[in-house]
């Protein structure tokens, strides 16, 4: 995070040497200094690239201080490294430095791949962006942090547009690439906007596939006696069933991202610290997917969406909430109802485990007894899911 607020702070000192330098050289230079473009203005010739620069930029909140990297840092996976104090990670704190979420803040890695929400004939939700589905698409889903008031806080599109043109970087970028007058209009401009930081989150960084286990496929590495024992539980049929939720290929394809991208209840307790310290009131119960309009319907109470498990040895804590700081925690959980005798109690606690949040509509998992080392087995497997960039994070 300091290297990147260091290489931000850097880069504007840079910009604004060179303006001034320039604009004071001439009143004709001053006149140009949209097309003549500064440095920076010279690598936001992409959609890519202006997303990248968009999802860096701290002036896209209210307060200033916040941009999308606060929450979901490149040097974590594009997760939220901030602990928080009592918070432990669980949920991220917006603009303000004092209003904290509700929801864990989810990976972007492989987001890319996320198809559109949509309900199937057969009533199941499939797809989408956030843990309720709420954005239909990645182009959807880019502006709500952005208005969210507990997160970057900006009161209004047109207010956020008025940033975007106090840019001179960004009008000539956003001219040549979206229309000299992208800026012009509210509707334009936001559309211009989402479509380039969607585009960004959709380059090749978003979607490596560079974890050891790819490289497995490949044939560049095997995987250890322990971590191939760990895969076979976690794809095998009469397994730990991990793969009924968590595959989008059959076993042993490649591009795999372990998600199904449905939705499910597995009966996650509330996580009373985050509620306590983000001032909800008393009553507050978070229903998940019922939460999304389109899917504001009983039978889908409690739902939240299946996330990737890519990285996932990196980017605890775990669960839509944050309620469990350990993977080898929210692993037992999901083996609660099986027979596995080291799964009754919460190993963060020494206690049974809490009661749901919402206790409709809760999935059966199927699970099947496993091991003390069955379970160390499916942990070192799903260390192998992490991207070769993170891997050095694996000892820490």
């Not at 432990?88 to 990976?107: K, M």
């Not at 229309?179 to 012009?184: Q, R």
């Not at 250890?224 to 397994?239: I, P």
């Not at 969406?305 to 350990?326: C, E, Q, S, W």
């Amino acid at each position: 995070m300091v290297r990147v607020e260091r290489l931000a702070i850097a880069r504007w000192l840079r910009r604004s040497i060179a303006c001034i330098y320039f604009c004071a050289a001439t009143a004709a230079a001053a006149a140009s200094c949209i097309t003549l473009q500064s440095a920076q203005a010279e690598n936001l010739k992409t959609r890519e690239k202006l997303g990248e620069a968009l999802f860096s930029d701290r002036n896209l909140s209210f307060s200033r201080k916040q941009n999308c990297v606060s929450c979901h840092s490149p040097e974590l996976a594009f997760t939220d490294p901030r602990v928080l104090g009592e918070i432990q990670g669980a949920v991220s704190r917006g603009g303000d430095g004092r209003s904290l979420g509700d929801r864990n803040s989810p990976t972007l890695v492989y987001i890319r791949t996320t198809p559109a929400f949509h309900i199937s004939p057969a009533r199941e939700a499939v797809g989408g962006m956030f843990w309720d589905g709420r954005a239909g698409t990645l182009e959807d889903q880019v502006r709500d942090p952005i208005l969210n008031p507990v997160e970057m806080a900006m009161p209004d599109e047109a207010s956020i547009v008025a940033r975007l043109r106090e840019n001179a970087d960004y009008r000539a970028a956003f001219a040549a690439l979206y229309g000299e007058d992208a800026l012009a209009s509210t509707p334009k401009a936001i559309a211009a906007l989402k479509n380039a930081l969607a585009a960004f989150l959709s380059t090749p960084e978003f979607a490596p596939f560079t974890s050891k286990y790819d490289r497995s496929l490949r044939g560049e590495v095997s995987l250890s006696e322990t971590e191939a024992r760990g895969r076979d539980l976690f794809f095998s049929n009469d397994g730990a069933g991990c793969n009924r939720c968590h595959s989008s290929v059959a076993a042993g394809t490649r591009d795999e991202v372990f998600t199904n991208f449905g939705y499910f209840n597995l009966g996650v307790p509330r996580n009373a610290v985050a509620r306590r310290l983000n001032d909800s009131k008393p009553q507050r119960v978070d229903h998940g997917l019922m939460e999304n309009p389109v899917a504001a319907h009983g039978e889908f109470d409690g739902k939240f969406k299946v996330p990737t498990l890519r990285n996932v040895a990196i980017t605890g804590p775990y669960m839509h909430n944050g309620i469990f700081r350990d993977l080898r925690t929210a692993v037992l959980f999901h083996l609660r109802s099986s027979d596995t005798a080291i799964a009754k109690t919460n190993p963060e606690t020494g206690s049974v485990w809490d009661n749901p949040e919402v206790s409709a509509n809760i999935a059966d998992l199927g699970s099947r007894s496993l091991s003390s080392s069955d379970v160390d087995a499916l942990l070192a497997f799903l260390k192998t899911l992490t991207d070769r960039k993170y891997e050095n994070l694996l000892s820490q």
